[in-house]
């Protein structure tokens, strides 16, 4: 039997991972991870890493019959590859490989607030772009006062010391992204900004928070992966560029994106609030699982 561990709300996602057991015949973890503000970071990572070794032993594959060989970790949002880049980039590795990795609009970076997708959807919901920048700062558990600082990209100009070009370098998003999504847009790179919100906030760079910030080695120990994104969503681009640096590390990669969608779709796949695109994606994110698993 194939197995997935979703990194999801539980109460949001319920009939999705009923929905995925029954299609697809498999078991399901939804873990129930502790959220902001009042858990803040690493907290929810050392949750799901510990409910995934829990369901990952031997024991519980055996009294699930699991097929070891057939496990994928998936998760919307905030709740994606926190245990997934842990599993590669770590001496203490789990004993199951993943076999896929599934990212529903992702949250992958926070030194950018001005990508394309931010600039074009700040003001559209249900993220908007001052909303996103205060839950990161909640997440990272530091003074929500910084979110002036973080939406005029002060914490990323140039002359922060903590900020190399090769950490630059894994979300220039004018080199990442497809001239179809750059646009008329332009960067806003800082030459001088605040220190204190690199100072206060170290986290911003740690890669289990922002995944988009890990190596090309460790993206290219990870498994074949499906990427959705939706037009409508400030996230659009993190996502997209984790799809171009999965690919430029030799990972194979479907990306999924629905211009009709917005951030948060799936979920609207049920009445009383469906939605056309919420039902589609749904389907084809399952379709996907089904022939991939």
């Known amino acids: 039997m194939i197995s997935l561990i979703c990194l999801t709300g539980m109460r949001s996602y319920d ?3 009923r929905k995925m057991a029954e299609d697809l015949d498999s ?13 803040v970071f690493p907290a929810q990572y050392h949750d799901a890493l510990a409910a995934s070794r829990a369901f990952l032993s031997a024991e519980v594959l055996e009294r699930y019959s699991i097929d070891p060989e057939r496990v994928c970790v998936s998760g919307d949002s905030a709740g994606e590859t926190w245990l997934l880049l842990w599993h590669k980039s770590s001496d203490d590795a789990l004993t199951v490989n993943f076999k896929l ?15 394309p997708s931010y600039q074009q959807n700040r003001d559209v919901p249900i993220l908007y772009r001052p909303i ?15 979110e002036p600082l973080l939406l005029a990209n002060n914490h990323s100009s140039l002359d922060q010391p903590a900020l190399s070009s090769s950490i630059r370098s894994k979300l220039d998003w004018t080199a990442l992204l497809p001239a179809e999504r750059r646009k008329h847009f332009q960067p806003v790179v800082r ?4 220190p204190r919100v690199m100072g206060e906030v170290p986290q911003l760079i740690d890669v289990r928070a922002a995944p988009l ?16 994104t939706c037009e409508f969503d400030v996230l659009r681009d993190d996502g997209l560029m984790y799809v171009r640096r999965l690919q430029d590390a030799g990972v194979t990669v479907t ?4 211009e009709d969608g917005f951030h948060g779709c799936m979920v609207f796949a ?10 589609r994606s749904m389907n084809n994110y399952i379709h996907w699982l089904d022939q991939n698993l």
């Open 255 to 258: 990306s999924d994106h629905y």
């Open 101 to 115: 990795q599934a990212l529903i609009y992702p949250v992958l970076q926070a030194l950018d607030f001005y990508t």
């Open 270 to 279: 049920y009445l009383p609030m469906m939605s056309k695109v919420g039902w």
């Open 132 to 146: 996103m920048a205060r839950y990161w700062l909640q997440y990272l558990g530091a003074d929500t006062s910084l």
């Open 27 to 39: 078991v399901i973890m939804s873990v129930d991870y502790r959220l902001a503000p009042d858990a």
């Open 213 to 228: 910030l890990a190596e090309q080695g460790v993206l290219g120990r990870t498994p074949k992966a499906y990427v959705m």
């Open 191 to 194: 030459e001088t900004g605040s």
């Open 15 to 17: 009939h999705l991972c």
